[in-house]
């Protein structure tokens, strides 16, 4: 019996207790710089777009809400010739990020992405590219892994090593 | 003439003062839920969120009112119409102020207890007529508590009407000028509390209802307005118990002069209604059976104990005389 009148008590002090409540659209909430929200795709330092094209996100993506399709420029170098993810679909659990093998795609902390129509949800490439390198600021995978430009292969360069044979036994 | 005039005009602001505190209980109980689990409670539409009574209202009469076709038809329009019907009634006898109240009976306590009996039928009635299994769980388990907490609501009132030697309300807080019947009768004000959580349905003893096991209870097939009037009744229910505490125990329209009678027992209604909600925020459902036993085994022995010794007392004060 006590018990009740004291349980009784202490939700009566929740009177003068602050509301937990975050009134939305006036106060925004802290947003964490790894939460997943809406997908990017970032550039490198230089500002050229950093992906290449590989699938990777495309085949990682359980919900396979990424199509895209390669091309290359006249280096060779691969691109997307158009880079597409439907948000309608998208479930947000990042696996295309850790999926990338240069950084380009991104989630970020950004959810407000509704829309009134279903085909809004449809995110081109000119809608995903953004003019900046994202979470990673100073990395850029061509300074790591070599260029092939016309006429001369990867380490062949002047002041360039040789690349390293992946499949050789030695160190 | 002007006193038929005066009277009318007493009827109707009672009516609708009734009507619209327990509309605005929605608003009421919501925020102060929301306050005690620290949250805000509806705060968007209008001032403070009190235009939500308005958006309420809008959407509970717009609701498409749906008579199951398996459902008695006239009894199941009649059973919301008889909850607000005896609660409102019950509003008559209130001494809202020293020369305010719309009849003045010698019985009114007997009225007080005799239509918040009446209020059973609605409930059972409700649970009869819908002809669905829950409903009628609802409506049966609503006649036992009712039926059973009657008898302590009138027990643990007789030894108010003793000590004031009379069943009427006016006289009844009269007699409380030098002592508010709280503190005499202190046994018979808690009994009186619980036995009018259980006459409201409120939340330890909200069996009839218990969302969780009976998806709604007795109002299962109900919707749009008849829904809406068992709700009205049911918090017009909370205010009218509220009133009745103020009357019984806590000296009704008696308080010091800086303020009028009138804001006295609407502010000491105001907070006992303020106390049925924190009541809903602490406290957890009962099982049906420790409901039952609580009140045969505990209140009713309580009770006859506050008779006996209060009638005790008062024979040794007047020496039987």
Same mark, same amino acid.
Request: without cysteine; proline residues 0%.
């Given at each position: 019996m006590l018990n009740l009148v004291r349980g009784i008590w202490l939700v009566f002090l929740h009177l003068f207790h602050r509301p937990e409540?975050?009134?939305y659209p006036e106060e925004r909430p802290y947003m964490p710089p790894r939460f997943r929200g809406r997908i990017v795709l970032t550039r490198d330092p230089d500002g050229k777009e950093r992906c290449v094209a590989c699938y990777l996100c495309s085949v990682a993506c359980p919900v396979d809400c990424i199509a895209l399709q390669a091309t290359q420029d006249e280096h060779g170098r691969r691109y997307p010739a158009f880079f597409r993810i439907n948000f309608s679909r998208c479930i947000f659990c990042g696996f295309c990020e850790e999926a990338c093998p240069t950084y380009a795609i991104q989630l970020t902390p950004d959810f407000e992405m509704c829309e009134y129509h279903r085909e809004s949800m449809v995110y081109e490439k000119e809608d995903l590219l953004i003019s900046g390198p994202g979470k990673h600021p100073d990395y850029n995978f061509y300074r790591v892994a070599g260029l092939a430009i016309g006429g001369k292969d990867k380490g +062949?360069? +002047?002041h360039e090593a040789p690349p390293v044979d992946l499949h050789g036994l030695m160190p | 003439m002007s006193m038929t005039v005066r009277t009318i005009v007493i009827v109707l602001i009672v009516l609708f003062g009734a009507l619209f505190a327990a509309a605005g209980m929605i608003w009421v109980e919501r925020r102060l839920l929301a306050v005690w689990q620290d949250r805000y409670g509806p705060n968007r539409v209008g001032p403070f969120g009190l235009a939500q009574v308005l958006a309420d209202m809008v959407k509970i009469f717009s609701k498409e009112d749906w008579i199951p076709p398996f459902a008695d038809k006239v009894v199941f329009v009649l059973a919301p119409a008889v909850i607000l019907i005896t609660v409102l009634m019950s509003f008559v006898v209130i001494p809202i102020g020293p020369y305010f109240r719309v009849a003045d009976l010698n019985i009114g306590l007997l009225f007080f207890l005799a239509m918040s009996s009446m209020g059973v039928y609605s409930i059972v009635l409700a649970g009869w007529a819908s002809n669905s299994k829950y409903s009628l769980l609802g409506g049966m388990r609503a006649a036992a508590q009712m039926l059973s907490y009657e008898v302590f609501l009138g027990l643990s009132l007789v030894g108010v009407a003793m000590i004031a030697g009379s069943f009427n309300l006016q006289e009844i807080v009269n007699a409380q000028r030098n002592l508010w019947f709280c503190i005499p009768q202190f046994m018979g004000l808690i009994i009186f509390y619980i036995a009018s959580l259980a006459e409201t349905r409120r939340t330890p003893f909200d069996m009839p209802e218990a969302d969780s096991e009976l998806v709604a209870g007795f109002h299962t097939e109900y919707s749009a307005i008849k829904f809406g009037a068992f709700f009205v009744g049911e918090y017009a229910g909370i205010v009218l118990n509220s009133a009745m505490i103020t009357t019984f125990f806590f000296g009704g329209w008696l308080g010091p002069s800086w303020l009028p009678p009138l804001v006295w027992f609407l502010v000491k209604t105001a907070l006992l209604v303020c106390t049925y909600v924190l009541i809903r925020a602490a406290l957890p459902r009962l099982r049906y059976d420790q409901l039952m036993s609580f009140g045969w085994k505990v209140l009713l022995p309580l009770c006859l104990l506050n008779l006996i010794v209060t009638g005790g007392v008062l024979l040794a004060i007047t020496g039987g005389g």
């Open positions: 409540t975050i009134q +062949e360069a +002047e | -």
